[in-house]
């Protein structure tokens, strides 16, 4: 009865498995390579590919002895090897702590049995049995191998079943579906060794280890065994496509040419035609791996730079973290950085890395600029070429990132060329795009955050207003007897003291109290002062005035002090509304700042004091003081216009002064700030004030009129 099943059945049983195996592997390799449990199950399932591909040849080889003897063999090269990659992907894939060595003795047997295979010691004396024409006698490593065969088949499932028992959930149904899938496949292959033994049962059940392949692929869809997820009718098709592409050119072999040598090269050019491809992605990545190494490095320290940005609440150091971080990791030649300022009706230069770069940009970009109308449309990065060419803004084949908000275009960064003059890539646009999103989100958090240090800082300066008139009545009542009672005491208890050493001493100490009664006193007035209502309305004023009246008041001075000064400003200065005599406090303020800056120049070193005078656009006049002293620090900088904060010694100065000039110029509408590039670097002070557009010159003289009449 056996007899009658034809040879073609099991020949087809192997090719059916070779397909079946193949698919299985090469989807889980090519899902993540670089996991071993991918890598060592792959190699595992093809040598059991290995096996039903080669089955196919040895019994579609009757009539060549030769031929079948190499197949037979090359069939068994492969089962060889299919105990220790079996063994060694449980071992991974139960994550059990194992001993290496069980690994390195399973390989090293096997590469020894795998050495005598084409051997007599092997196998020999072949012959017909059953159905089939021709088959080996086993051979002294023959025994060996089947014994090392059936050991790591019962040690791999032993592990399996005790991991059952311990494991629950998803690992439990992996374990419970490859056991099966496996159980099910190892019994049906040690049908192929009856044979060898000259035992009467034939192969029958060869089919049934691709059972296997319907078990481990159900563990892959239904509960993700080694993270893949794998879709049946990729499978499918797969299998569909391969049993087309490569089972047609047999058939037709077969057809017309019969069994012959033809069958060897066609068949390995089917085995190198399967595994091409994923030889192909493998180099590919490999290769990319190596010439993209720096590339992909930068762009993870962008990645990085995007998700912890967040956390940063000052928005000059954001950007300053910014430009820093893409300069140095992407190496390009600059970045600056635009943020909108709505009261500027533009978007204002904020931040360029280096400085060297800033003299390509202009600091105000208009809302109406056609940069402005291309980045709210596209809304993504895009290259210089895509922009074409912007006046004063010089992009260099360079890039241009967008920052947007809940109200739409609110900033956006410029990104000089790399310094390798290398392209963008698609890859380096993906995460710029990354980094635009995450930047609108941190400029609007660093806001938020502003908001509310702003808020807080002025309550406390409220409630400081509220308490500065008692605060200074308690203060100065006892102040003033002290500085009385110092008086008295030089005038009328030293002249007691004969001794003239004791008596210098007292007098010193008189001094020394009166002197400091007299600094305290000072603070107060200061507080006075701050806490009482400025008097007068804002008026239309003439900057020229304001300008001309300081000039002559302080150019004798900076003479005085050795000091070079210069001054520069429009041919025509628009119209403001404001207190003369506040805004020449502004100019007398800084003026004496940076005179007392200049005190500590170098011997031989020039003192040098410069005024501008700027019109920023029809809305705005910029009034800025530089000098070239001792220069304000980092950490002093940020709070230098809040109260009782100085760069002077604290016996030259009670640190109120930029204070009150900023109360002017917040009374004026106006903003004010300091930069400096840190100690001995000097300083610069700005005042920007608004533009009264609304007076022309036939106004202002009636109102001079009125004014002098009054």
């Known amino acids: ?10 020949a087809l049983s192997g090719l059916f498995n070779f397909f079946a195996l193949s698919a299985l592997a090469i989807f889980a390799f090519s899902k993540n390579p670089k996991l071993s449990i991918n890598r060592i199950f792959s190699i595992f399932t093809l040598t059991a590919a290995g096996w039903g591909l080669f089955h196919f040849l040895w019994l579609r080889t009757v009539e060549n002895a030769s031929l079948a003897d190499f197949y037979l063999r090359t069939v068994m090269l492969f089962v060889i090897f299919m105990p220790a990659t079996f063994t060694h992907f449980i071992l991974i894939f139960l994550r059990v702590d194992y001993d290496k060595r069980i690994n390195i003795g ?22 017909s049995f059953l159905v089939f024409p021709f088959w080996l006698r086993p051979g002294p490593f023959f025994h ?3 014994l090392h065969f059936i050991g790591n088949v019962i040690y791999s499932h032993f592990l399996m079943f005790r991991a059952l028992k311990g494991q629950s959930g998803i690992l439990r149904n992996q374990i419970f579906y490859v056991f099966l899938g496996t159980a099910v496949g190892y019994t049906a292959g040690i049908f192929n060794y009856f044979p060898w033994y000259r035992i009467p049962i034939p192969p029958l059940l060869n089919p049934l280890v691709s059972v296997y392949v319907a078990f481990v692929s159900y563990a892959i869809i239904k509960f993700r065994l080694m993270d893949i997820n794998l879709l049946l009718t990729r499978a499918g098709v797969f299998i569909a496509v391969y049993l087309l592409v490569l089972g047609i050119p047999f058939w037709i072999g077969f057809k017309y040419l019969g069994q012959g040598p033809w069958i060897l090269p066609v068949s390995i050019m089917a085995v190198f035609s399967s595994v091409g491809p994923f030889i192909y992605i493998f180099l590919q990545r490999s290769a990319e791996e190596v010439l993209l190494k720096e590339r992909r490095r930068y762009q993870e320290t962008i990645n990085n730079l995007s998700e912890s940005m967040i956390n940063i609440r000052d928005i000059d150091k954001l950007f300053a973290t910014i430009s820093s971080t893409i300069v140095d990791t992407v190496k390009i030649k600059f970045v600056t950085i635009y943020l909108k300022a709505e009261e500027y009706k533009s978007y204002q230069l904020k931040s360029c890395y280096p400085k060297e770069a800033k003299s390509r940009f202009q600091e105000f970009i208009p809302l109406d600029n056609p ?59 993906l995460v710029f795009e990354t980094l635009s999103y995450n930047t609108g989100f941190a400029i609007e958090n660093c806001t938020y955050w502003n908001e509310i240090e702003e808020r807080q800082r002025q309550a406390r300066v409220a409630e ?22 110092a008086v008295f005491l030089k005038k009328h208890l030293l002249k007691y003291i004969t001794d003239e050493e004791e008596r210098k001493g007292m007098e010193s100490a008189c001094d020394y109290t009166f002197e400091a009664a007299q600094r305290v006193s000072g603070m107060v007035k200061a507080i006075e002062d701050l806490g009482r209502k400025t008097e007068g309305e804002l008026v239309p004023l003439k900057f020229e005035e304001v300008l001309d009246s300081f000039l002559k008041l302080y150019l004798p001075i900076f003479k005085f002090n050795g000091i070079f000064f210069t001054h520069e400003k429009p041919d025509k200065i628009p ?11 502004i100019l007398v303020n800084f003026s004496n700042n940076s005179i007392h800056a200049l005190l500590g120049v170098p011997q031989g070193q020039q003192k040098r004091i410069h005024l501008k005078v700027e019109l920023l656009n029809s809305d705005w006049l910029r009034i800025s003081l530089a000098d070239n002293g001792y220069g304000i620090t980092e950490e002093k900088i940020r709070a230098i216009f809040a109260p009782f904060v100085t760069t002077k010694a604290s016996t030259e100065g009670k640190g109120m002064g930029l204070y009150i000039i900023k109360r002017v110029v917040q009374r004026h509408n106006g903003k004010i700030w300091a930069e400096s590039e840190g100690k001995g670097k000097g300083a610069t002070f700005f005042v920007e004030l608004p533009v009264a557009k609304d007076i022309t010159e036939e106004d202002f003289k009636k109102y001079e009129k009125k004014r002098m009449v009054f």
């Open 1 to 10: 009865m056996l007899e009658r099943i034809p040879l073609i059945y099991y």
């Open 106 to 127: 399973n390989y090293i047997i096997s590469f020894i049995i795998g050495a005598t295979v084409y051997t007599p010691l092997y196998a020999k004396n072949m012959g």
């Open 371 to 429: 940069l402005i109308d291309i980045l709210d449309q596209r809304k993504k990065p895009l290259l210089s070429e895509e922009i074409g060419h912007q006046e004063k803004i010089n992009l260099d084949s360079g890039l241009v990132v967008p920052c947007f908000g809940k109200d739409g275009l609110i900033g956006f960064i410029v990104l000089g060329a790399k310094e390798n003059n290398q392209m963008y890539t698609p890859d380096d646009l």
């Open 464 to 485: 400081m207003d509220l308490f500065s008139y008692s605060l200074a009545h308690e203060i100065d009542n006892p102040m003033t007897i002290v500085l009385n009672n």
């Open 575 to 585: 119209f403001i509304k404001g207190i003369k005599p506040q805004l020449m406090e």
């Open 144 to 146: 060996l191998h089947l």
